[in-house]
């Protein structure tokens, strides 16, 4: 399962273990961008998501408009993304790393 899927070890408290695909976490990072009103809807958006060495890494392309507070929004995506991983697996090592486009409101 490597590469493809975070295993996570003594899922429950009887042991055991747990694979969840990045296509399940590339899914999750979407919905979660999909909550978060001040990223615009654009094709421009981007979520990539990978596991290196059983940790989640997610790559974030965002578009904005001009002005934003990058830091405040990074720590709204990132506090978005843990809440809802936090939904599916308790413990789940994650780096998340966000990059902004800004575009005009008026267009």
């Known amino acids: 399962m490597p590469g493809n899927y975070l295993v996570l070890d003594k899922y429950t408290k009887n042991g055991g273990n747990i694979g969840i695909s990045t296509k399940v976490f590339n899914t999750l990072?979407?919905?979660?961008?999909?909550?978060?009103?001040?990223?615009?809807?654009?094709?421009?958006?981007?979520?990539?998501?990978?596991?290196v060495r059983n940790k989640l890494i997610y790559r974030i392309t965002a578009v904005v408009s001009k002005g934003i507070n990058f830091k405040s929004l990074s720590d709204k995506i990132e506090e978005t993304i843990v809440s809802n991983l936090n939904e599916?697996?308790?413990?789940?090592?994650?780096?998340?790393?966000?990059?902004?486009?800004?575009k005009d409101i008026s267009r």
């Open 29 to 51: 990072a979407i919905n979660s961008l999909k909550q978060i009103k001040e990223i615009k809807k654009d094709k421009a958006n981007l979520v990539q998501t990978s596991i």
């Open 88 to 102: 599916i697996a308790e413990t789940v090592p994650v780096e998340i790393k966000v990059k902004f486009i800004e």
